[in-house]
Protein backbone atom coordinates (compact mmCIF):
# COMPACT_ATOMS: atom_id res chain seq x y z
CA UNK A 1 0.00 0.00 0.00
CA UNK A 2 3.19 2.51 0.65
CA UNK A 3 4.61 1.81 -2.26
CA UNK A 4 1.55 2.11 -4.50
CA UNK A 5 1.16 5.58 -2.65
CA UNK A 6 4.82 6.48 -3.27
CA UNK A 7 3.83 5.16 -6.86
CA UNK A 8 0.79 7.85 -7.43
CA UNK A 9 2.63 10.49 -5.76
CA UNK A 10 6.01 10.07 -8.03
CA UNK A 11 3.24 10.00 -11.03
CA UNK A 12 1.31 13.26 -10.10
CA UNK A 13 4.47 14.95 -9.59
CA UNK A 14 5.55 14.34 -13.21
CA UNK A 15 2.38 15.04 -14.56
CA UNK A 16 2.89 18.62 -13.80
CA UNK A 17 4.20 20.62 -16.14
CA UNK A 18 6.96 22.81 -16.12
CA UNK A 19 7.62 26.38 -18.58
CA UNK A 20 10.69 27.83 -19.24
CA UNK A 21 10.87 31.38 -19.70
CA UNK A 22 13.27 34.54 -19.59
CA UNK A 23 14.61 35.06 -15.89
CA UNK A 24 13.05 37.99 -14.30
CA UNK A 25 13.89 40.48 -11.48
CA UNK A 26 10.74 38.94 -9.17
CA UNK A 27 13.00 35.80 -9.35
CA UNK A 28 16.33 36.45 -7.73
CA UNK A 29 15.00 35.90 -4.07
CA UNK A 30 13.91 32.58 -5.11
CA UNK A 31 16.44 31.78 -7.24
CA UNK A 32 19.36 32.39 -4.61
CA UNK A 33 17.33 30.17 -1.94
CA UNK A 34 17.46 27.41 -4.40
CA UNK A 35 20.63 27.87 -5.01
CA UNK A 36 21.81 27.83 -1.64
CA UNK A 37 19.60 24.40 -1.15
CA UNK A 38 21.74 22.83 -4.24
CA UNK A 39 25.17 24.11 -3.71
CA UNK A 40 25.44 25.11 -0.23
CA UNK A 41 26.37 28.43 1.09
CA UNK A 42 30.18 27.55 0.09
CA UNK A 43 29.09 28.71 -3.40
CA UNK A 44 30.63 32.13 -3.38
CA UNK A 45 33.63 30.81 -3.09
CA UNK A 46 33.50 27.95 -5.42
CA UNK A 47 36.34 29.10 -9.08
CA UNK A 48 33.68 30.09 -11.77
CA UNK A 49 31.92 32.26 -9.23
CA UNK A 50 35.08 34.65 -10.36
CA UNK A 51 33.68 35.07 -13.80
CA UNK A 52 30.51 36.32 -12.58
CA UNK A 53 31.97 38.08 -9.61
CA UNK A 54 29.94 42.12 -10.46
CA UNK A 55 28.36 41.02 -13.93
CA UNK A 56 25.38 40.91 -16.28
CA UNK A 57 24.38 37.91 -17.31
CA UNK A 58 24.98 37.96 -21.39
CA UNK A 59 21.89 39.47 -22.81
CA UNK A 60 19.23 37.18 -23.16
CA UNK A 61 20.70 34.50 -21.79
CA UNK A 62 19.20 33.68 -18.02
CA UNK A 63 15.84 31.26 -17.99
CA UNK A 64 14.05 29.82 -15.18
CA UNK A 65 11.88 26.84 -14.83
CA UNK A 66 8.49 27.86 -13.44
CA UNK A 67 5.72 25.07 -11.94
CA UNK A 68 3.11 25.98 -10.60
CA UNK A 69 4.00 29.62 -10.44
CA UNK A 70 7.22 28.18 -8.27
CA UNK A 71 10.87 29.01 -9.20
CA UNK A 72 12.10 25.30 -9.39
CA UNK A 73 15.29 26.06 -12.18
CA UNK A 74 17.40 28.15 -13.42
CA UNK A 75 20.66 28.50 -15.32
CA UNK A 76 22.40 31.72 -17.04
CA UNK A 77 25.24 32.04 -19.53
CA UNK A 78 27.82 34.76 -19.31
CA UNK A 79 30.33 36.47 -21.58
CA UNK A 80 34.38 35.04 -21.45
CA UNK A 81 37.12 35.45 -23.31
CA UNK A 82 38.28 31.35 -23.23
CA UNK A 83 42.47 32.15 -24.06
CA UNK A 84 41.44 34.81 -26.69
CA UNK A 85 38.17 33.20 -28.43
CA UNK A 86 35.05 34.95 -27.44
CA UNK A 87 32.80 32.42 -25.75
CA UNK A 88 30.29 32.01 -22.93
CA UNK A 89 30.19 30.46 -19.51
CA UNK A 90 27.53 28.20 -18.42
CA UNK A 91 26.15 28.26 -14.63
CA UNK A 92 24.80 27.41 -12.48
CA UNK A 93 22.76 25.39 -13.32
CA UNK A 94 20.31 23.81 -10.27
CA UNK A 95 17.18 22.10 -10.65
CA UNK A 96 15.21 21.94 -7.41
CA UNK A 97 15.63 18.57 -5.65
CA UNK A 98 11.98 17.63 -5.37
CA UNK A 99 11.71 18.68 -9.32
CA UNK A 100 14.75 16.41 -10.63
CA UNK A 101 14.88 13.23 -12.76
CA UNK A 102 11.70 15.05 -14.82
CA UNK A 103 13.88 16.40 -17.85
CA UNK A 104 14.09 19.74 -16.48
CA UNK A 105 17.86 19.91 -16.64
CA UNK A 106 18.08 18.71 -19.89
CA UNK A 107 15.21 21.25 -20.92
CA UNK A 108 17.22 23.69 -19.29
CA UNK A 109 20.40 23.08 -20.83
CA UNK A 110 18.84 22.38 -24.41
CA UNK A 111 16.81 25.73 -24.00
CA UNK A 112 19.83 27.79 -23.19
CA UNK A 113 22.01 26.72 -25.91
CA UNK A 114 19.67 26.79 -28.69
CA UNK A 115 19.05 30.48 -27.44
CA UNK A 116 22.90 30.99 -27.29
CA UNK A 117 23.56 29.48 -31.01
CA UNK A 118 20.14 31.55 -32.08
CA UNK A 119 21.94 34.45 -30.88
CA UNK A 120 25.58 33.82 -32.81
CA UNK A 121 27.52 33.03 -29.97
CA UNK A 122 30.11 30.43 -30.99
CA UNK A 123 31.45 28.45 -27.98
CA UNK A 124 30.37 27.52 -24.42
CA UNK A 125 32.32 26.44 -22.02
CA UNK A 126 31.45 24.82 -18.27
CA UNK A 127 33.17 23.08 -15.14
CA UNK A 128 30.78 20.32 -14.19
CA UNK A 129 30.32 16.86 -14.57
CA UNK A 130 31.27 15.46 -18.03
CA UNK A 131 29.08 12.31 -17.86
CA UNK A 132 26.17 15.11 -17.36
CA UNK A 133 27.09 17.30 -19.93
CA UNK A 134 28.08 14.74 -22.46
CA UNK A 135 24.54 14.49 -23.36
CA UNK A 136 24.40 17.76 -24.58
CA UNK A 137 27.64 17.81 -26.63
CA UNK A 138 29.94 18.89 -24.08
CA UNK A 139 33.16 17.51 -23.88
CA UNK A 140 36.82 17.87 -23.12
CA UNK A 141 38.28 18.56 -26.94
CA UNK A 142 39.75 21.73 -26.95
CA UNK A 143 40.18 22.52 -23.33
CA UNK A 144 43.69 21.63 -22.82
CA UNK A 145 45.55 24.76 -22.93
CA UNK A 146 42.44 26.32 -21.24
CA UNK A 147 42.55 27.79 -17.14
CA UNK A 148 40.24 28.99 -14.67
CA UNK A 149 41.51 32.28 -12.59
CA UNK A 150 41.36 29.35 -9.22
CA UNK A 151 41.59 25.95 -8.49
CA UNK A 152 39.73 23.51 -10.72
CA UNK A 153 39.95 19.89 -11.96
CA UNK A 154 40.76 19.73 -15.44
CA UNK A 155 38.62 16.60 -16.52
CA UNK A 156 35.62 18.69 -15.65
CA UNK A 157 36.17 21.77 -17.76
CA UNK A 158 34.52 21.20 -20.75
CA UNK A 159 33.11 23.21 -24.35
CA UNK A 160 31.04 22.67 -26.86
CA UNK A 161 31.33 25.14 -30.32
CA UNK A 162 28.32 26.16 -31.62
CA UNK A 163 29.91 27.61 -34.87
CA UNK A 164 32.75 25.08 -36.31
CA UNK A 165 36.31 26.25 -35.03
CA UNK A 166 34.55 28.77 -32.65
CA UNK A 167 37.91 27.23 -29.94
CA UNK A 168 40.46 26.39 -32.53
CA UNK A 169 43.78 27.69 -30.99
CA UNK A 170 42.27 28.73 -27.52
CA UNK A 171 44.88 28.80 -24.70
CA UNK A 172 45.11 31.01 -21.76
CA UNK A 173 43.28 32.27 -18.52
CA UNK A 174 39.39 31.92 -18.96
CA UNK A 175 38.48 35.62 -18.03
CA UNK A 176 35.27 37.60 -17.66
CA UNK A 177 33.90 40.16 -20.27
CA UNK A 178 30.74 40.91 -19.68
CA UNK A 179 28.97 43.81 -18.75
CA UNK A 180 29.13 44.89 -15.10
CA UNK A 181 25.78 43.82 -13.25
CA UNK A 182 23.20 46.88 -12.64
CA UNK A 183 23.74 48.34 -8.81
CA UNK A 184 21.03 47.48 -6.78
CA UNK A 185 18.94 50.60 -5.47
CA UNK A 186 18.64 51.16 -1.76
CA UNK A 187 15.05 50.10 -0.76
CA UNK A 188 13.25 53.54 -0.10
CA UNK A 189 12.00 53.88 3.27
CA UNK A 190 8.37 54.80 3.97
CA UNK A 191 8.12 58.51 5.02
CA UNK A 192 6.98 59.64 8.33
CA UNK A 193 3.52 60.40 7.72
CA UNK A 194 2.42 64.02 9.17
CA UNK A 195 0.55 64.52 12.60
C1 LIG B 1 22.33 18.27 -12.33
C2 LIG B 1 20.85 18.68 -12.28
C3 LIG B 1 20.70 20.10 -12.81
C4 LIG B 1 20.06 17.72 -13.19
O1 LIG B 1 18.71 18.14 -13.20
P1 LIG B 1 17.53 17.13 -13.57
O2 LIG B 1 16.31 17.97 -13.83
O3 LIG B 1 17.40 16.07 -12.56
O4 LIG B 1 18.08 16.51 -14.94
P2 LIG B 1 17.32 15.69 -16.02
O5 LIG B 1 16.00 15.20 -15.47
O6 LIG B 1 17.26 16.47 -17.28
O7 LIG B 1 18.31 14.49 -16.28
C5 LIG B 1 18.37 13.44 -15.38
C6 LIG B 1 19.46 12.49 -15.85
O8 LIG B 1 20.74 13.10 -15.58
C7 LIG B 1 21.50 12.23 -14.77
N1 LIG B 1 22.35 13.04 -13.90
C8 LIG B 1 21.99 13.98 -13.02
N2 LIG B 1 23.08 14.50 -12.41
C9 LIG B 1 24.14 13.85 -12.95
C10 LIG B 1 25.52 13.92 -12.72
N3 LIG B 1 26.06 14.77 -11.84
N4 LIG B 1 26.32 13.10 -13.44
C11 LIG B 1 25.81 12.24 -14.35
N5 LIG B 1 24.50 12.13 -14.60
C12 LIG B 1 23.68 12.93 -13.90
C13 LIG B 1 20.46 11.42 -14.02
O9 LIG B 1 21.00 10.22 -13.55
C14 LIG B 1 19.43 11.19 -15.12
O10 LIG B 1 19.91 10.20 -15.99
P3 LIG B 1 18.94 9.37 -16.97
O11 LIG B 1 18.37 10.35 -17.96
O12 LIG B 1 19.85 8.37 -17.62
O13 LIG B 1 17.89 8.78 -16.09
C15 LIG B 1 20.27 18.57 -10.85
O14 LIG B 1 20.53 17.28 -10.35
C16 LIG B 1 20.83 19.59 -9.87
O15 LIG B 1 20.34 20.70 -9.79
N6 LIG B 1 21.83 19.17 -9.08
C17 LIG B 1 22.42 20.06 -8.05
C18 LIG B 1 23.19 21.19 -8.67
C19 LIG B 1 24.23 20.72 -9.65
O16 LIG B 1 24.96 19.76 -9.39
N7 LIG B 1 24.27 21.41 -10.80
C20 LIG B 1 25.19 21.08 -11.87
C21 LIG B 1 26.51 21.66 -11.60
S1 LIG B 1 27.79 20.70 -12.36
Redo the contacts with the bound molecule.
Keep these: MTNAIATLTALNVAAVPFAIRAEKSSDIAARERLLDA??GEGRHARTCQRLRDGRAPAEGLAFSAVRQGRLV?TVRLWHVDAGGRAALVL?????ASS?????????LMRHAIAEAAARGHGAIVL???E??YRRFGFSSAKMDALALPGPFERDRLLGLELRDGALDGAAGLIVATGAAAPVAKPARRALPRAA
Design positions: CFGGPLAVCRELGLGGALGDPY
